[in-house]
């Protein structure tokens, strides 16, 4: 599973962050950093609360590449910003 | 109301009678719920025309739906936040910032403030407001079992806090509640008083601050650069005049209004109390349920929106108290549920703008509770009284005597 992250809806509401800080980082002014997330195995349930915790729906969940065992994700994604 | 004749080119049937200012529950009401009071408008279109939904009774667009709130709020190139609502008390047109900018200026200036309210700043001023809030509750404890939470803590605690943050002494505080209180609550002689007196207070910390730089925010505000260049006097103005406003009188209400909850349900006050780790997550729901701000943009242009022909320099309200209790949004949105999860509410609002005190707003409703709940037992509200509460502009609690006798 990664966290896609459109980095131009984030107004730093730092809900994500509140719910798994290391998951979720910020920068200086409180604001995620770019860059989509990949979730360790055994982190799913706090990376996807964190991005179901965002007022501005700035994550989202892809859960795609959850059924495949290469970590590689070639799959083009839809909803890029 | 031949004062507040509903525009052309609002078509009659999008006419709505709810409004902010003047419906029911809307005006000092004692033992009131307004924020309650607003979800009846959820029965009614996701869009409709409110013709005396200002202080100065103009009219609205009132967007209903969270979702419709958020795109308005993120579409700040259409829907703009610069309304020199402090300014026009005056009679004057200056924006206070960040919030009365547009992007892009906007952006400059809100990367030079979001540091310093940022979620690891804050967590770094968290000792003093704990500090702050253990003292005020100790005194309460110590001079009887009653109290009024808002004028023995609520506000107090918010005001100390912004003192802090400016660096200035406590023994301040009461001349800036009252000033607070003036401008925000006060009628059309107290409120424009108040401006002036917080204005020339304003400056004069700015003065003193580039003659004799210390450690604190107005230090840096007047040290601060934007695109290679000092603020000016007018920017130092409208940062100053936006963090004074912002900050006191909201997370004071909020306070009030959570503390007035759980003088109202003994179950849910103790659930608390014993298990203190259940406060952080039933903040945010007292968030959801209580919010306090009427956010409203104007339109900068044409447009139509979920077949609502909004004009150009049309007022467009996004009141977070409605779309924190939207059923297409949450679940059973009426009921307070202090253990919900998922609970994106909009009490900062969305888009740009989202309240830059946020963070700092949070921890202090959080510390408060805790505090709050850690030293003094089970309390109600006092025999006899009843809580006066209002909507408008900034919803607030006027009183809430407790009583834990």
Redesign the interface.
């Known amino acids: 599973m990664h966290i896609v992250v459109h980095k131009a809806?984030c107004?730093?509401?730092?809900?994500c962050?509140?719910q798994a800080p290391d998951i979720f980082k910020?920068d200086?002014?409180?604001?995620i950093l770019p860059g989509d997330i990949q979730v360790e195995e055994g982190e799913q349930l706090p990376a996807s609360?964190g991005a179901?915790?965002?007022?501005?729906?700035a994550l989202e969940v892809d859960s795609t590449s959850a059924a495949r065992f290469e970590p590689a994700d070639t799959q083009p994604r839809a909803g890029e910003a | 109301m031949t004062l507040n004749q509903v525009p052309d080119h609002v078509p009659p049937e999008m006419v709505g009678d709810f409004s902010l200012f003047t419906s029911p529950g809307m005006l000092p009401t004692p033992d009131g719920d307004p924020q309650a009071a607003t979800a009846c408008v959820h029965a009614g279109p996701p869009i409709f025309y409110s013709p005396f939904n200002t202080r100065d009774g103009r009219g609205t667009w009132v967007i209903t739906r969270a979702t419709d709130q958020r795109r308005v709020l993120q579409d700040a190139d259409t829907f703009s936040s610069h309304r020199s609502i402090f300014a026009s008390a005056l009679g004057e047109n200056w924006p206070m910032i960040p919030l009365e900018l547009d992007p892009p200026a906007h952006g400059v200036f809100r990367s030079l403030l979001n540091p310093l309210l940022s979620p690891k700043r804050v967590m770094a001023l968290e000792p003093a407001v704990r500090e702050r809030a253990i003292a005020l509750i100790d005194s309460i404890a110590a001079s009887g079992t009653s109290c009024d939470v808002m004028k023995d803590f609520a506000f107090p605690f918010a005001v100390s806090i912004f003192l802090r943050l400016l660096g200035l002494p406590d023994h301040r505080l009461h001349t800036f509640v009252g000033w607070a209180k003036d401008l925000l609550h006060g009628d059309d002689v107290k409120r424009p008083a108040a401006a002036r007196t917080i204005l020339a207070f304003i400056d004069e910390l700015a003065a003193m601050r580039r003659e004799e730089p210390v450690d604190d925010f107005m230090t840096f505000i007047v040290q601060a650069q934007v695109e290679g260049r000092r603020l000016t006097d007018e920017e130092v103005r409208g940062i100053g005049v936006l963090v004074f406003v912002a900050g006191l009188d909201t997370v004071a209400a909020a306070i009030g209004f959570d503390l007035a909850f759980l003088a109202r349900h003994p179950e849910e006050q103790e659930l608390l109390r014993s298990e203190p780790n259940r406060i952080v997550l039933a903040a945010e729901e007292l968030l959801r349920a209580y919010p306090t701000v009427q956010i409203i943009r104007v339109a900068r242009k044409d447009i139509d929106f979920e077949g609502a022909p909004i004009r150009k320099g049309d007022y467009v309200s996004c009141a977070t108290m409605i779309a924190n209790r939207d059923p297409t949004e949450f679940e059973c949105p009426d009921t307070i549920d202090l253990m919900r999860e998922d609970n994106r509410h909009a009490a900062f609002g969305y888009g740009p703008h989202r309240c830059l005190g946020s963070h700092l707003a949070r921890r202090d409703i959080v510390i408060g509770l805790e505090e709050w709940l850690a030293r003094l037992p089970a309390f109600r509200i006092k025999e006899g009284t009843a809580p006066i509460t209002c909507g408008g502009h900034v919803f607030g609690i006027e009183n809430l005597i407790v009583d834990w006798s």
Do not use: F, T, V
């Open positions: 809806k107004q730093g509401h730092a809900r962050w509140a910020l200086d002014e409180g604001y609360q179901r915790s965002c007022p501005e729906r």
